[in-house]
């Protein structure tokens, strides 16, 4: 098995920050925005993102957590983790525009369960997809609007996205 660094820690600094800026472009400015996070690493990202906007912006996001495992359509095909705390800020969802951030996007499942999710939270104005990384591979209608990175993949390679907060390290890698 071979591993490859594709992004590291500089390069993900950029392109959260060029997502920051597209998210703020689009929806002109920070009012009514909430972002979550889908656990593991979109939690992470997303408080970063947060704290990007914040420091452009001048204006603190609310940034919360949205656990999908319980509403994922194939659990039985993948080993059940652990579910996670979903945080919702105090000012709820309901008509603000939310941004999920994730790390990987790949079959569209995650998001899928993502909006699920979301419906049973409240109803937001406008539902908006960040991604880090967009493998392609998709096996559902789930585009997202920002992404840091697209890396075409072979649906036998495996992309890993280390974070300092959790991992220790701070890079994307692509396993062989």
């Known amino acids: 098995m071979s591993t490859r660094i594709v992004l590291h820690d500089a390069d993900i600094a950029r392109a959260l920050t060029r997502i920051t800026h597209e998210i703020l472009e689009s929806n002109k400015g920070a009012d009514d925005l909430v972002i979550l996070g889908i656990p593991t690493r ?4 997303a408080d970063r993102i947060a704290g990007l906007v914040a420091g452009v912006s001048g ?6 957590a949205l656990d999908v495992t319980m509403y994922r359509d194939d659990l039985h095909r993948h080993p059940t983790r652990t579910p996670q705390p979903t945080s919702i800020p105090a000012g709820g969802i309901d008509g603000k525009t939310v941004v999920l951030v994730d790390d990987v996007l790949f079959s569209g499942r995650s998001i899928r369960a993502a909006l699920d999710a979301l419906g049973d939270i409240g109803r937001p104005a406008a539902v908006r997809l960040a991604i880090l990384i967009d493998r392609g591979h998709r096996e559902l209608p789930i585009r997202p609007d920002f992404v840091g990175k697209n890396l075409p993949s072979s649906s036998a390679e495996r992309v890993n996205v280390h974070l300092t907060e959790i991992d220790g390290a ?3 890698t692509i396993e062989s």
């Open 42 to 45: 979109g939690v992470t990202l």
């Open 59 to 64: 204006v603190t996001v609310p940034v919360g």
């Open 170 to 172: 701070e890079e994307v």
